[in-house]
Each structure stands twice: as C-alpha cells, then as structure tokens.
Nanobody
Framework: QLVESGGGLVQAGGSLRLSCAAS????????IGWFRQAPGKEREFVAA????????SYVDSVKGRFTISRDNAKNTVYLQMNSLKPEDTAVYYC?????????????????WGQGTQVTVSS
C-alpha cells in the first residue's frame, strides 16, 4: 500500500528525490515518515510530516540537507535529499503513522513500504 521510488546511485554532494505513493485510504489523515537502514545497522528515523504538511521533523544528521513534503491531492510524500554524503547510503523506507502527527519511533507507524536503495559514492 506504500510504494517508494527514486533511489539510485549518486556521487557525494549530489541530490535525489524519493517518492512514497499510497492509496487514498492509506494516506488520508495520517502522518508519513521516512526511515533508513544501512547494512549492519539498526533502522533509523530520518524525517516525518503531519497529515496536513504543517509539521515536519528531522533527525539531526539530515537537517538542512533533506526536505520532506507531501501532495495530498496525489497521495504522495517526497523526500528531497541534497548534499548527499556516503553515510546516507541505506535502504530508505516510508511508513504511515497511526496518527495524524507521529514521531520518531518505529512503533508509531503501521504500514511500511518495501524500501528503495540509496547509494552515495565518495
């Protein structure tokens, strides 16, 4: 019910825009979060956006470089990633929050996408 796209291979300093598409019933009224998991590491919160796009939150390591946004008419959430670093390399997942405004914990999210690979070369 959540499908990520937009991942790929990019050089350090480059940009990618990830998309998370959902059905209307899945999307409407819910917050959406982005998480990532690098090989051998635990899943990490990246960013989240409230149901109406008013409130956003980011992990400190991406503040000023990543921007989360949503287009409710298209049932899509975006993650614009600029100034990418090799340490951003991971599989990126989007997830639907239980509530209209969810936080940074994985247990606050119920539906998850399959993930999209982002690889940043140095």
């Amino acid at each position: 019910q959540l499908v990520e796209s937009g991942g790929g291979l990019v050089q350090a300093g480059g940009s990618l825009r990830l998309s998370c598409a959902a059905s209307g019933r899945t999307f409407s009224g819910h917050s959406i979060g982005w998480f990532r998991q690098a090989p051998g590491k635990e899943r990490e919160f990246v960013a989240a956006i409230s149901w109406n796009g008013v409130r956003t939150s980011y992990v400190d390591s991406v503040k000023g470089r990543f921007t989360i946004s949503r287009d409710n008419a298209k049932n899509t959430v975006y993650l614009q990633m600029n100034s990418l670093k090799p340490e951003d390399t991971a599989v990126y997942y989007c997830a639907r929050g239980f509530r209209s405004d969810s936080g940074e914990e994985g247990h606050e999210y119920d539906y998850w996408g399959q993930g999209t690979q982002v690889t940043v070369s140095s």
